[in-house]
């Protein structure tokens, strides 16, 4: 399996619950490196274009708020099939669905309140990367 890079976003209700630490602890656990870090408190612009995606969806709204309420971490992990292994330490998006031990079952508040956000193909990875770091804040 090839090492691949992900990325992942600490969301506000980690950030306000002081869980960063608990957060990145269980990706490094996962097998995951975290080669790239930052704390940032994301504008409404930047907000809605990172999930534009989901802009007719009945909770986009909602989600734009929730993701501009507090600071959040966005981060680049490295790792041998990044993407997957994100999503499976992630566990589903609603916590009352995620599998025991995922970062979503012990920690996640809501479907909303997720804790964690992480990129769904090495293609969006790639995107979403790039709409928070330059290359030279990644550092392997
Ligand atoms: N979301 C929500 N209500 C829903 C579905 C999703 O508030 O019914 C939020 C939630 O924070 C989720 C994000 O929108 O993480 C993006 O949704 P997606 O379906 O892409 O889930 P993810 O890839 O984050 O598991």
């Known amino acids: 399996m090839a090492v691949t890079r992900t990325f992942s976003i600490i969301k506000p209700d980690a950030t306000r619950r002081n ?3 608990a957060v990145t602890r269980m990706l490094e656990e996962a097998g995951l490196r975290v080669v790239a870090s930052k704390r940032i408190h994301m504008t409404k612009e930047q907000a ?3 999930y534009a995606v989901h ?8 989600l734009v708020e929730f993701m501009m309420s507090e600071p959040v971490v966005v981060q680049v992990l490295e ?3 990044a993407v997957t292994r994100n999503r499976d330490i992630m566990g589903a998006t609603n916590p009352a669905d995620a599998a025991e031990g995922t970062i979503r079952k012990e920690l996640a508040l809501s479907i909303g309140e997720n804790t964690v956000h992480g990129s769904d193909s090495e293609e969006n990875a790639a995107i ?12 392997g």
């Not at 802009?55 to 909602?62: I, M, N, T, V």
């Open 19 to 21: 869980l960063t630490g």
């Open 128 to 139: 979403e990367i790039a709409y928070f770091f330059k290359p030279e804040e990644i550092v």
């Open 55 to 62: 802009k007719e969806r009945p909770f986009f709204g909602e």
């Open 79 to 81: 790792g041998e099939d």
């Open 48 to 50: 809605e274009g990172f």
